[in-house]
């Protein structure tokens, strides 16, 4: 194309698109903003707003933990505390301390998911600021309480194919590594010979 | 100051285009030697967001690392959640239902919609336009209310988990998501009328930074980095993983739209086209899901065989790959994760010899350069 | 303005035997003092909050709503904001440039307004060469601009200033040209006389008048945002790359008077504008008010409503432009002067006056006006329909209200 026609389509395109993009920035103008104005001016009360089983602070409800301590084991950054120990007169397992570590902890739900009874959960509140540092760790025990014992009979109410039954709920209660052992006995027997089978295959 | 950064000639100038920069996306620092407006060399200097995200693997379990994976890219997390269950799985042999599979496709899908909004958002934004970055990120809240209904959160996603996904979709996510889709082609053509047909962002980006097939090839590029320059190579077509073969897509590459094959117009369009693509992948997903379980067979606490295994695939940004060393124990002994940034910064001070000032940022928006990709 | 002097004198008591040059001088210092730290301030604080709320409107947001009635005192608390702010120095700037170069900016912008007729009887100074002088004065800004980027002992700032000092010093062609294909047509520079030469109704304005006026008008809106710093010529402050350019180290006060300047610029713009193309003044009405019998006739206010209307309305498309286009390099900036704008300017202003001549002899040739108009007419009605179909095919944001 000669040097002249090029001159005169670059000033075309250049009016025809500006153009255009004026117009679409133009009918922006009268559409209707999506800003929601927080924390004031909000259609609905905050904690409307937020989805149903949106990840927000943690909560336990004591009552219904068996102190199996899986939320412990299963936390990435280790932002809860749990402490189970023989106290009282007659001496009786009970959970003394149960912490959660707000600022430590990432929302990412592992601990929920793997609470047999639905204890530990997620509530729909992010609102945790704090001029305090130290208020951040939020103490769900003042004093001992014995854990929940579930009846035997009845299902766990979390329904996850590795759930723990009542029986290693209390097995494990006081060690960590004694878990390790009862872990293995959900799995299905033929998924051991599967996984020898493509051992150390790099690619 | 260190001899990489010495300025060559007496007329240049050492400018230090810091780590904090509104146009380098996130912190990294580029020193350049500049003989006016003029880049002679450009020296990218990386590691201000250094996480020690693969030493930390070695201390978690399997299933314990998945919300990690998270912020390997946290503008696209799911496709890192994709990355790491695709590595364990094969590696240790887990079956995934097909629900599962279909729903970690519609996750991954979306989040690679809502990676490259931000992606030709914050590009638009450092070339001079900011109201196409805020119309893009107004497209990503909806995507975003979307996969705060399916998985509980707005950025880290953590949906997934070894052998399936965490939750299953309700009805009102399967609604709202059609609406999505409805409304999104026509509001990404407004857009395309906005930014990308104008001529001043076309002259911005024609021509600049051409990177040809062969550089592609020998840098390492990949994913729409690679695509730009022609060549059609995407995971998900050649190396397919979870339904990807059954799927209908186009794979995009560049073709030279306005300019030179490979200059940054190809490589964006290309990114503006994946989103059309992946609209269409989201429908046909949304179709053709079975019912079924959300998630197979796990042991409580997984033991991967002993080995080592390379698994790739294709994240918003290009490949990401993670390598796992393991010694049949709860942890895994070595992981290492190879990201696409990573790659296209490498080709950054070939690129950049000759530019000016104004086009090195055209030169790091184009490649989508992610800072916390690069430094893990 | 020398008739209010000479009523003042007549009427009150204070200024009688007071020699006439005195009270003249009096009347200009005050009308001048009120109108710039008046007028030109308020406008410049009003017109970020103006510019906040457009550009918010345009991007699905809602800008700035709490400080005063839907956000209109906004601007007076970025002010005490400012002022509390600490005045730095960096170190190993050159103190005395550093300080003096936000002056020099705000000094060149503000004397430009003692040419800007807002209304018949209303302008500080009727200057018979009154374009010339604002275009000459607006180049103060350059200089400052250069000097606060040398000054800042900053490479991004100096890369800033430099940019900004060939950018302006550049368009000053294109501008000049355009302005003379005006002068040509009305055979004068004063301003006064320029906008007489126009009637009040639009084909009467030179903008309609011929065709090369008509483009000579894109040309001087386009060289004007130029001289403004404005997008798409914004590269001198561009905030994505060189994190604010010429102002990066200034803070406080001093960065408030570049701010200011660059937004009371913007009516310079706006004003030149309707001044020269679109009739400033004139209004086919013909209202009055009567200062509590202060002055001996009632004052003619619908000039200046009018004035003032042209020209923020122009200030609106202005701020339009900023947040729908992209920014130009710096040296696509120049092609775009010296090899689209310059030549184009040239064959306008020849153009105009071989049409000049030819009107003398065909007088058909002045009815080119109304086709003209009308073609303005459908450009502005062409946006309008093209803004309505998007909303109708697009329509509003998609709203997941997680309750549906």
């Given at each position: 194309m000669s040097a002249v026609a090029t001159y005169f389509r670059n000033i075309r395109e250049a009016a025809l698109t500006v153009f255009d993009g004026m117009s679409v920035s133009l009918s922006y103008l009268f559409r209707k903003p999506i800003t929601v104005q927080y924390p004031d001016r909000t259609p609905e009360p905050i904690l409307d707003m937020v989805p149903e089983g949106y990840r927000g602070i943690l909560d336990v409800k004591t009552e219904t933990?068996?102190?199996?301590?899986a939320c412990m084991r299963n936390c990435p950054v280790q932002c809860i505390n749990i402490v189970v120990e023989k106290v009282g007169d007659p001496p009786k397992r009970m959970m003394t301390h149960f912490a959660i570590n707000v600022a430590k902890c990432m929302f990412c739900g592992l601990c929920s998911e793997s609470c047999p009874t639905g204890a530990i959960h997620h509530t729909k509140e992010f609102e945790g600021a704090s001029n305090e540092f130290n208020d951040l760790v939020r103490f769900f025990v003042d004093e001992p309480v014995l854990p929940y014992k579930p009846p035997k009979k009845e299902k766990p109410k979390a329904d996850k194919p590795k759930a723990d039954t009542p029986k290693a709920d209390t097995s494990a209660a006081a060690k960590q590594t004694a878990d390790e052992t009862a872990a293995d006995k959900p799995v299905e027997p033929a998924a051991a010979p599967k996984k020898t089978e493509t051992d150390g295959e790099p690619t | 100051m260190p001899e990489e950064f010495a300025i060559s000639g007496p007329d240049n100038m050492l400018l230090n285009m810091g780590p904090q920069h509104p146009s380098t996306h996130g912190v990294i620092r580029f020193v350049l030697d500049t003989d006016g407006e003029v880049v002679t060399k450009a020296t990218p200097v990386v590691g201000y967001l250094h996480r020690g995200i693969e030493k930390i693997a070695t201390e978690m379990t399997y299933a314990q690392f998945m919300p990690i994976t998270d912020r390997l890219d946290y503008v696209a997390s799911m496709c890192g959640n994709l990355a790491w269950c695709e590595a364990v799985e094969r590696m240790a042999g887990i079956e995934i239902p097909r629900r599962a599979q279909f729903l970690r496709v519609i996750a991954t899908e979306l989040n690679r919609i809502s990676s490259h909004l931000v992606a030709v958002g914050s590009f638009c934004n450092d070339v001079g336009g900011v109201t196409p970055l805020v119309v893009a990120l107004r497209e990503r809240e909806a995507i975003n209310d979307l996969l705060e209904m399916l998985?509980?959160?707005?950025?880290?996603?953590?949906?997934?988990?070894?052998?399936?996904?965490?939750r299953d979709m309700t009805d009102q996510f399967k609604r709202q998501t059609l609406e999505f889709l409805d409304h999104f082609p026509p509001a990404l053509d407004e857009f395309n009328r906005l930014i990308t047909g104008n001529k001043i962002f076309v002259e911005r980006l024609a021509n600049i930074a051409v990177v040809t097939p062969e550089d592609a090839k020998a840098y390492g590029l990949n994913g729409p980095n690679l695509r730009g320059s022609g060549i059609e190579f995407d995971l998900r077509r050649n190396e397919p993983y979870a339904v990807y073969p059954e799927l209908d897509f186009k794979v995009c590459t560049g073709e030279g739209f306005r300019g030179q094959l490979g200059d940054a117009y190809d490589r964006y369009m290309v990114r503006i086209n994946e989103m059309y693509e992946s609209i269409k992948i989201v429908r046909q997903c949304l179709e053709m899901v079975p019912d079924g379980e959300i998630k197979g067979k796990v042991p409580r606490v997984l033991k991967v065989p002993a080995g080592e295994r390379y698994t790739r695939t294709e994240s918003a940004r290009g490949e990401m790959g993670i390598y796992i060393v393991s010694n049949g124990g709860k942890t895994p002994y070595r992981v290492r994760v190879r990201t696409s940034s990573y790659s296209a910064l490498s080709i950054f001070e070939k690129l950049s010899r000759g530019l000016m000032i104004a086009d090195l940022v055209v030169v790091i928006g184009s490649f989508d350069i992610v800072a916390p990709e690069i430094d893990r | 303005m020398r008739f209010f002097a000479d009523s003042l004198i007549e009427t009150w008591p204070l200024f009688e035997g007071w020699p006439p040059w005195l009270v003249y001088g009096l009347v200009m210092f005050a009308f001048g003092a009120l109108l710039l730290f008046g007028f030109v301030s308020l406008f410049a604080g009003i017109v970020t909050v103006v510019e906040r709320r457009i550009a918010a409107r345009m991007q699905f947001r809602v800008g700035p709503n709490r400080v005063g009635i839907q956000g209109c005192l906004q601007w007076l608390a970025d002010g005490i904001k400012n002022f509390t702010k600490e005045d730095l120095t960096p170190a190993g700037a050159s103190k005395l440039l550093y300080l003096f170069s936000p002056y020099l900016v705000f000094t060149g912008l503000f004397l430009a307004f003692v040419a800007l007729p807002f209304g018949q009887a209303l302008v500080i100074s009727d200057l018979n060469v009154g374009i010339f002088y604002i275009l000459a004065v607006t180049s103060f800004v350059t200089v400052g601009l250069v000097l606060a980027g040398w000054a800042s002992n900053n490479k991004w700032s100096l890369l800033g200033g430099i940019r900004s000092a060939a950018q302006i010093v550049s368009y000053e062609i294109p501008i000049g040209l355009s302005v003379l294909t005006v002068v040509l047509m009305a055979g004068t520079l004063s301003t006064q006389g320029i906008i007489e030469r126009q009637g009040w109704a639009p084909w009467d304005w030179f903008v309609f008048a011929n065709p090369f006026a008509f483009i000579a008008f894109f040309i001087f809106f386009t060289s004007t945002l130029a001289e403004g710093n404005r997008v798409p010529f914004d590269l001198p402050e561009a905030e994505s790359e060189l994190v604010a350019g010429y102002n990066v180290e200034y803070s406080g006060m001093r960065f408030v008077f570049f701010f200011f300047a660059e937004y009371a610029n913007l009516f310079v713009m706006g004003a030149m504008t309707s001044l020269l193309f679109f009739g400033g003044w004139n209004s086919p009405f013909n209202w009055t008010i009567d200062l509590f019998g202060l002055f001996p006739a009632p004052l003619e206010i619908s000039g200046t409503l009018v004035f003032m209307a042209k020209a923020l309305g122009f200030v609106v498309v202005i701020i339009w432009l900023r947040w729908t286009l992209p920014r130009l390099r710096v040296d696509q900036l120049m092609v775009v002067c010296w090899q689209y704008l310059t030549p184009i300017a040239f064959v306008c202003m020849l153009g105009t006056a071989f049409w000049m001549i030819g009107t003398h002899r065909w007088d058909a040739l002045d009815y080119v006006k109304y086709p003209i108009f009308l073609l303005g007419v459908f450009l502005v009605l062409a946006m309008a329909a093209r803004a309505v179909r998007n909303i109708r095919r697009v329509g509003d944001p998609v709203d997941l209200n997680p309750f549906q």
């Open positions: 933990c068996t102190a199996c301590m | 998985s509980g959160a707005r950025l880290t996603y953590n949906y997934m988990r070894l052998g399936g996904v965490s | -």
